[in-house]
């Protein structure tokens, strides 16, 4: 199995396990929050530019790349 495939495996089943808890449903979809993530860690834009390339709040961009670097 490839490393990519591996990747993507654990991320859906960690995004599995917080919609099945109940969490609110995200704006994003998941490809959409792990570029999220990568622009933030390759050139750390602010939230609020981050919010408004996304369409979403500052909080929604903050809880986006903090939930999905903790996986």
Known sequence: MKHSQR???ILRKADGLKKSKG????????EEQLLMVLEYLREYP???HISQNYGIS???????N???VCV
């Open 7 to 9: 990747w993507w495996d």
């Open 23 to 30: 969490e609110c449903k995200n704006k994003l979809n998941l």
């Open 46 to 48: 602010t939230y609020f």
């Open 58 to 64: 500052e909080s929604s961009a903050y809880i986006v």
């Open 66 to 68: 903090y939930n999905e």
